[in-house]
């Protein structure tokens, strides 16, 4: 009976140890308040890193009502955090370094030029690790794709919105936080539009929300039988002190748009959103039965940028309780580009608002490296609360002010200066 008791003590030993390691493979920490929905409440694990498996970014090709669409992602979706889709302007994708293929899993296949510097930050590195991450390419404008064929007609800019919700079913999403730049960010803007129920949240870089003018039209025609299609493409990416000084910055962008993109394809894209409407929103109101976006936005532009007067305007026509306007000094037309650090800082605070709580460690208090982030999502009823002046104008500086929950943060008020 001794030897059959140590039997049994020995085997339950070494299950339970086997368990143990196990359950090391990915650490979890259990959420401190419960996720609110309407009358329910929902508990769910809301930090769980990524597996190791997680960290490699794959390609798909997914069908939608308007042909294929190219995307690549990095983790799957965990409960009811949403995920972050990014969506690129004009222009702005980069190949795989030379000696790796498209489909080598260790390459973020996705780091493309709009958003490489942004999403390679270690800060925003310690926020996005705790969410899925899917980068959306435009029909067409993903390195080494083919040339479209004579006669395609190319999505109008509410088709390529219209296939965004078959990239969500495809993943399973249940919501999204959409980052846009230019084109991108009007897409994701009607996207929101069209269907909000599916978005959680926006972050809009260089948005205009107005279609052009017989004069702009008029322009942009003369302006393509005049200059080449990447010189076209840096002017609506670039100030014109940056163009002018020839950076470093505006040479490599050169290049990359000249050789990436298949430039067929890259002219249809840009064809199609210099023809695009304006977009259906006003200020609640200021019009009878006004139409906007019902998420939080944080519209971000750079100093002097081609876009500024855009951006402005577009946040002269979204609700003041739920906007942010950052504009952002020495930034030049391509923030997430130049001011990495500056624009890490305000999504964070973007997500805090939202109810994601960040406990970051600052480097420059600290001197040490950041240390794991915990995302806790509190409420759904958004406990804090980002929001903008009410300045239709919109250009004088702004603060904005955000409370972070007491229970996981402690009674601390914070204000953040939009205008950097």
Same mark, same amino acid.
């Given at each position: ?90 222009? @702005?994708?980069?190949?795989? =370094?030379? +000696?790796? $293929?498209?489909? %080598? ?7 493309? *030029? ?89 972050? @809009?870089?260089?948005?205009? =929300?107005? +279609?052009? $003018?017989?004069? %702009? ?7 393509? *039988? ?195």
């Amino acid at each position: 009976m001794k030897v059959l008791r140590h039997k049994i003590e020995l085997l339950t030993g070494l299950l339970l140890q086997e368990m143990t390691m196990a359950g090391l493979h990915e650490l979890r920490f259990t959420e401190e308040k419960p996720l609110l929905r309407g009358q329910d409440a929902e508990l769910e694990n809301s930090d769980v890193f990524l597996s190791t498996v997680d960290t490699d970014w794959k390609e798909h090709d997914i069908e939608t009502p308007y042909g294929l669409l190219h995307v690549v992602i990095r983790g799957s979706p965990k409960g009811n955090r949403p995920a972050i889709l990014t969506y690129h302007d004009v222009g @702005l994708n980069r190949p795989p =370094p030379p +000696g790796h $293929g498209v489909s %080598d899993p260790r390459l973020p296949l996705t780091d493309k *030029l709009c958003f490489n510097t942004f999403f390679n930050y270690e800060d925003m590195q310690e926020i996005t690790k705790h969410f899925v991450v899917c980068h959306v390419d435009a029909p067409g404008q993903q390195a080494g794709a083919s040339q479209f064929p004579q006669g395609y007609q190319y999505p109008s800019m509410d088709q390529l919105a219209a296939m965004l919700p078959s990239v969500v079913q495809h993943f399973g999403f249940k919501y999204v936080i959409g980052i846009g730049v230019g084109a991108g960010a009007y897409v994701l803007a009607k996207f929101a539009l069209i269907f909000p129920d599916l978005v959680e949240g926006l972050v @809009l870089m260089n948005i205009d =929300p107005n +279609g052009k $003018g017989w004069i %702009d039209w008029a322009a942009s025609k003369l302006s393509g *039988l005049t200059s080449t299609l990447p010189d076209t493409v840096l002017s609506h990416l670039f100030s014109q002190e940056e163009l002018v000084n020839n950076t470093e910055l505006v040479q490599s962008y050169r290049q990359q748009i000249s050789s990436v993109v298949n430039q067929f394809n890259l002219q249809l894209f840009l064809n199609m959103y210099n023809s695009r409407r304006d977009l259906d929103i006003n200020r609640p109101g200021t019009v009878p039965n006004a139409k906007t976006l019902r998420c939080p936005v944080m519209l971000v532009v750079g100093d002097n940028a081609p876009a500024e007067e855009g951006v402005v305007e577009c946040n002269s026509k979204l609700d003041p309780t739920n906007t942010t306007f950052l504009k952002m000094a020495d930034s030049g037309g391509l923030p997430q580009v130049t001011q990495p650090g500056k624009l890490t800082e305000a999504f964070k605070y973007f997500l805090q608002g939202m109810g994601y709580i960040a406990h970051l460690k600052d480097r420059r208090l600290s001197g040490g490296t950041v240390p794991s982030a915990s995302m806790t999502r509190l409420a759904r009823s958004r406990t804090a609360s980002l929001t903008s002046a009410s300045s239709v104008e919109g250009a004088r500086p702004r603060a904005c002010t955000h409370s972070e929950s007491t229970e996981a943060m402690g009674q601390i008020n914070h204000t953040m200066e939009v205008s950097c």
